[in-house]
């Protein structure tokens, strides 16, 4: 689904990220893991496209085609979807209001009809029970005055709502305890487990804590270190991360 | 620059689609003023005696002031021998008639305007006064807002059927000594609304006038009179548009709102007047005045205005706070783009007891444009238990526009409670970003916020003139983003 090939990445004339390869497959779950400061969060933003970051090298192919010619509004009604680290807030437009805008742009996009008031209201209901979100929320701004936890599983109702091919989420468990943790994952799980053949969806879980990783078993590990992934395994892998540290690895980084 | 600001920069560069030219024969006065000109303007309209005498002194007394400069809008001096007073399509200059006796030409320009005058297409619910440069070419609905004995006509109209009404109220709220603007308009004013409602009457349907600018080199000087009487109710609504030329055209209007005991108007304006091309260059001057007196116990009048036209806006709608728990209310959204410049608020002027107000300003600025809130809040030495309530919030679009906000509060009685909050925002990178990776478009995501930043406004915007104010904004800021 998704190919990164020898991706080069700067940020006002810093290169982040250094050659990272990246190949995830259809129905995949991909943790990153790494320290700060190691490009993780680059790597989130420039597969959706931030402007703030400018590829010098490299390629990024999604689905077979180049992911990097299209805008970061075309790239979402292709299916990439950023879960932001820090989800941003929108005073006067209602969380309610913001989905449906979303969802219709990208069904205009694929030209399916625009879904109507009431038919997208009943069907939204059902996904705000999956992260256990009060219904309240939906009709309060988009995330004004809401808490961190209540910000993080706003970003997961989104991605239900949209039904994304490659989530992609940027230390989703940050600042999380443990039952909104818990209830962020159930909210993931939810969107990974409906893989019919024909919608089969990725992951891409972007974290600091091998913590988020007991809740959603990925298929893949992979440690990020100064801009390129350095080693990649088993979910074992994070559990060898939490007991050691990155200090092994920064020998096979320089 | 980020490529999202460029894209703001483009978005905000839109046209104005009301800005045709309708050719028509018109009656017209010389460009000029001078007592001999008042008189024909007078003569003109058949006006009674005290009209002519009132005018006249308003003239003399114009003559002896000078242009006020306290506001924060630049302009070169205008020469006000140049602009012709007064301006009639031939057809109407004999007063206002029936429908079929109005020239095809101005029918058809008000339903380009989106305004149909012609009975089977009336809005429904909207009875309309429209005003075609310097005189009222048709009222709609008068004969079924007359059944419950509500008087809705041109201000000529009501001068000549109704000069008892005209004479105790004409310039009882803004006399021709209040400033510069209203002393010309007392002096040449040609039309205008009407509207009286009686005793104990709620007025069934919303009011509604349109004025419309067409000819070159003409002022438009308007004056709206509503009075509303005990335990009565009206809403009314005024539009304004004017074609696209390269020279300034001045419109000075005075609005005067009287609520007697317990009588309430709302009087709601969405104001798109020619705002000027993208270089800064033609567009309307608009120098407003409007006020409302609440001169009744319980007595209640709220502003709401939308301005996204004009090239300067200066424009503070008031409310006298006369009568004991009377309410006063302003909420207001201004936009400027381009180089328009608006310099607009309110005064609240709080005498009478328990008197209660409300101001709600939201001005978005973009392009090089400049937005000023200028409120007065003043409490009297008798308004015990006086409150009020100001919230003005800018916002900004991209790096070359401003805001400003002046408020001022005079408080001479102890027991006042006055609040303040003021707030400055731009549309950042990262709210766009946001929206853009939902998948929402960057057109559709500047629309939606500031919609969002306006709404606490366009909610007190009757329905239908909610949505048209809400695609008012979407044309003003129109220009696109890729």
């Given at each position: 689904m998704l190919k990164v090939n020898n991706l080069h990445v700067e940020i006002q004339g810093n290169e982040i990220l250094n050659g990272l390869c990246l190949s995830v497959g259809a129905g995949e779950v991909h943790a990153i893991m790494g320290p700060n400061g190691s490009g993780k969060s680059t790597l989130a933003n420039v597969l959706a496209g931030h402007e703030d970051y400018q590829v010098t090298a490299g390629e990024v192919l999604f689905n077979g085609s180049n992911l990097l010619e299209l805008s970061i509004s075309e790239r979402a009604c292709e299916g990439i979807f950023l879960a932001l680290q820090y989800p941003v807030e929108i005073p006067g437009v209602s969380n309610v209001q913001f989905l449906k805008t979303a969802l219709n742009s990208q069904r205009k996009y694929h030209q399916l009809n625009e879904l109507d008031a009431m038919d997208f209201l009943q069907w939204l209901k059902t996904k705000v029970q999956q992260v256990g979100m009060e219904e309240q929320l939906l009709y309060r701004s988009v995330n004004e005055g809401f808490s961190g936890g209540e910000k993080k599983r706003n970003e997961i109702l989104q991605m239900l709502v949209l039904e994304p091919k490659l989530a992609i989420l940027d230390e989703t468990d940050s600042g999380l305890d443990i039952d909104a943790l818990k209830l962020v994952a159930k909210g993931v799980n939810a969107f990974r487990h409906v893989n019919t053949p024909k919608q089969q969806r990725a992951i891409i879980l972007v974290t600091h804590y091998q913590r988020l990783l007991n809740y959603i078993k990925p298929n893949f590990v992979h440690v990020l270190l100064n801009g390129r992934i350095v080693q990649s395994g088993g979910p074992e892998l994070a559990l060898e991360l939490e007991e050691n540290g990155y200090a092994s690895f920064v020998d096979k980084a320089s | 620059m980020t490529t999202q600001a460029k894209n703001l920069e483009r978005f905000v560069g839109g046209e104005y689609p009301h800005g045709f030219v309708t050719e028509l024969a018109t009656d017209s006065l010389p460009p000029g003023l001078s007592e001999s000109v008042i008189r024909q303007i007078s003569a003109k309209k058949n006006e009674p005696e005290f009209m002519l005498q009132w005018r006249l002194q308003a003239y003399r007394h114009w003559l002896t002031l000078d242009v006020p400069t306290w506001s924060k809008v630049h302009y070169p001096p205008i020469n006000y021998d140049d602009i012709i007073y007064y301006s009639a399509p031939k057809s109407a200059s004999s007063g206002p008639q029936s429908l079929d006796d109005v020239a095809p030409e101005i029918l058809q320009t008000y339903e380009k305007l989106g305004i149909p005058l012609h009975e089977r297409a009336q809005l429904a619910g909207v009875a309309v006064d429209a005003v075609f440069d310097s005189v009222s070419v048709a009222t709609t609905f008068k004969e079924k807002l007359a059944d419950v004995g509500v008087i809705f006509c041109s201000f000529s109209e009501a001068v000549q059927k109704h000069p008892e009404l005209v004479q105790q109220y004409l310039g009882s709220v803004v006399p021709f000594t209040d400033n510069f603007y209203a002393a010309l308009n007392a002096a040449v004013f040609s039309d205008g609304s009407f509207c009286y409602v009686p005793k104990g009457t709620r007025c069934p349907m919303e009011l509604s006038t349109y004025f419309r600018i067409n000819s070159l080199n003409t002022g438009q000087f308007e004056r709206t009179l509503i009075i509303v009487e005990d335990n009565s109710y009206v809403s009314y609504l005024e539009g304004c548009t004017a074609p696209m030329r390269d020279e300034h055209q001045l419109h000075a209007a005075v609005v005067e709102l009287i609520a007697l005991n317990n009588a309430e108007i709302k009087y709601a304006t969405v104001q798109n007047w020619y705002p000027g091309d993208k270089e800064g260059k033609g567009g309307i001057y608009n120098f407003v005045t409007k006020r409302g007196l609440c001169q009744g116990n319980y007595s209640k009048i709220s502003w709401t205005q939308v301005e996204t036209g004009s090239a300067i806006t200066w424009k503070y709608p008031s409310v006298i706070l006369k009568g004991d728990n009377s309410i006063g209310e302003f909420y207001s959204v201004a936009l400027t783009n381009n180089y328009q410049q608006a310099d607009t608020g309110t005064k609240m002027t709080h005498i009478g007891k328990n008197t209660t107000s409300t101001i709600i300003s939201k001005g978005i600025s973009a392009g090089h444009g400049s937005n000023a809130y200028r409120g007065l809040v003043s409490v009297g030495?008798?308004?015990?238990?006086a409150k009020n309530y100001s919230q003005c919030d800018s916002l900004l679009l991209g790096a070359h526009c401003s805001a400003h906000t002046f408020p001022y509060i005079e408080v001479r009685h102890p027991s006042a409670k006055i609040e303040h909050e003021a707030t400055t925002s731009k549309i950042s990178d990262e709210q766009l970003f946001y929206c853009l990776q939902r998948g929402i478009t960057a057109e559709n995501a500047v629309s939606m916020i500031i919609n969002g930043f306006c709404k606490d406004i366009f909610r007190k915007l009757p329905m239908e003139f909610a949505v048209e104010a809400q695609a008012l904004m979407e044309v003003s800021l129109e220009g696109c983003t890729g």
């Open positions: - | 030495q008798n308004a015990s238990n």
